[in-house]
């Protein structure tokens, strides 16, 4: 049995470029699939947030819409219903990461919002990822990436090739003219090679154990990377 962490965002707002609060949170599939495929295989999970806050779901990622239908929707409530971990979050600056054998970020906007500046979770970030241990991150999560930084700027993922949730998808999505910044301008910006694969379908991409998808649709994949580097 392995233990896994999952890093979340505790911001249930984003803000946009003119300073209003768009709802958000975690997206609900990227935590759910995962946790799913973690949980069956017979792993142990273990869920971190800045300051231990109880993660928030993003409601609109809780829509048949966005789930392939009314029975894909309900699957995923109900993944989120039996994940009990999530009422009882760790505080992330408390994380020892020799207590697990993995770390895997799910994404949604909330990261853009705190774990985009968060130390605590750069410096975990770049711990895990020179630790060789499985890292997982997917979709908006990459915004973490861009506070793993050392004392002279320079970004620990630098010239690591990654996946995350692309300006094209950010624009279908309708929310690019309103952000404050995008994922894919700020991740090459630090220095990080973005991959790009078709809008909204499953893209993983891996490089040495840093393990990275671009979009919803590639967290299953993402997470079943994962599970053949914990056996």
């Given at each position: 049995?392995?233990?896994?962490?999952?890093?979340?965002?505790?911001a249930?707002?984003?803000?946009?470029?003119?300073?209003?609060?768009?709802?958000?949170?975690?997206?609900?599939?990227?935590a759910?699939?995962?946790?799913?495929?973690?949980?069956?295989?017979?792993?142990?999970?273990?869920?971190?947030?800045?300051?231990?806050?109880?993660?928030?779901?993003?409601?609109?990622?809780?829509?048949?819409?966005?789930?392939?239908?009314?029975?894909?929707?309900?699957?995923?409530?109900?993944?989120l219903?039996?994940?009990?971990?999530?009422?009882?979050?760790?505080?992330?600056?408390?994380?020892?990461?020799?207590?697990?054998?993995?770390?895997?970020?799910?994404?949604?906007?909330?990261?853009?919002e705190?774990?985009?500046?968060?130390?605590?979770?750069g410096r975990?970030?770049?711990?895990?990822?020179?630790?060789?241990?499985?890292?997982?991150?997917?979709?908006?999560?990459?915004?973490?990436?861009?506070?793993?930084?050392?004392?002279?700027?320079?970004?620990?993922?630098?010239?690591?090739?990654?996946?995350?949730?692309?300006?094209?998808?950010?624009?279908?999505?309708?929310?690019?003219?309103?952000?404050?910044?995008?994922?894919?301008?700020?991740l090459?910006?630090?220095?990080?090679?973005?991959?790009?694969?078709?809008?909204?379908?499953?893209?993983?991409?891996?490089?040495?154990?840093?393990?990275?998808?671009?979009?919803?649709?590639?967290?299953?994949?993402?997470?079943?990377?994962?599970?053949?580097?914990?056996?």
């Amino acid at each position: 049995m392995a233990r896994i962490l999952f890093v979340m965002t505790g911001a249930d707002r984003w803000t946009m470029a003119d300073g209003t609060k768009h709802p958000t949170g975690f997206w609900a599939e990227e935590a759910a699939v995962p946790y799913e495929l973690f949980k069956g295989a017979g792993h142990e999970v273990t869920v971190a947030t800045p300051g231990g806050v109880v993660p928030p779901v993003d409601r609109a990622s809780l829509a048949p819409e966005v789930n392939g239908g009314a029975e894909g929707a309900q699957r995923v409530a109900d993944t989120l219903a039996g994940f009990t971990e999530l009422q009882h979050p760790v505080r992330l600056a408390d994380v020892e990461l020799d207590d697990y054998d993995a770390v895997f970020y799910p994404g949604g906007h909330g990261p853009m919002e705190d774990l985009a500046g968060d130390a605590d979770s750069g410096r975990l970030l770049a711990r895990t990822l020179h630790s060789g241990k499985p890292l997982g991150v997917v979709c908006h999560g990459p915004a973490a990436l861009l506070a793993a930084v050392d004392a002279d700027g320079a970004n620990a993922f630098a010239g690591y090739r990654v996946a995350a949730f692309t300006n094209d998808e950010e624009t279908q999505a309708g929310l690019a003219d309103k952000a404050p910044w995008l994922l894919h301008d700020r991740l090459r910006e630090a220095g990080v090679l973005v991959q790009e694969g078709e809008p909204w379908a499953p893209f993983v991409v891996a490089d040495r154990n840093l393990v990275t998808g671009q979009n919803p649709s590639s967290a299953g994949p993402l997470a079943e990377e994962l599970l053949k580097r914990l056996a």
